[in-house]
């Protein structure tokens, strides 16, 4: 069993930045792909950022050119550094990490994010 820890949330205001950080106890068996999703109250869990085993990338439109995924996999950690935050980036962040072989879904406890003034 693979645990998810998530670091590096809090509370910033417009235009700030913050770095998450998501700590995996052991590896994810490759292929895999890594990713962080993130639910604002009243609304569904969204896709932020994903990236593969082999670094490909994917993001939401909202946080294109603002936010950067990346992982070191010597470390089993990945991480999101979000720039320019906007107050609609408020949401709880979830770490994810999935198997591509088994689709077997991992996932962090959360950290909350509020971007106000």
């Known amino acids: 069993q693979v645990q998810l820890v998530e670091s590096g949330g809090g509370l910033v205001q417009p235009g700030g930045s913050l770095r998450l950080s998501c700590a995996a106890s052991k590896s994810i068996s490759r292929p895999n792909v890594m990713g962080w999703y993130r639910q604002a109250p009243g609304k569904e869990r969204e896709l932020v950022a994903t990236i593969s085993s082999v670094g490909t990338t994917i993001y939401a439109d909202s946080v294109k050119g603002r936010f950067t995924i990346s992982r070191d996999s010597t470390k089993n950690t990945m991480y999101l550094q979000m720039n320019d935050l906007k107050p609609e980036d408020t949401a709880v962040y979830y770490c994810?990490?999935?198997?591509?072989?088994?689709?077997?879904?991992?996932w962090g406890q959360g950290t909350q994010v509020t971007v106000s003034s």
């Open positions: 994810n990490g999935r198997n591509l072989i088994s689709q077997y879904n991992y």
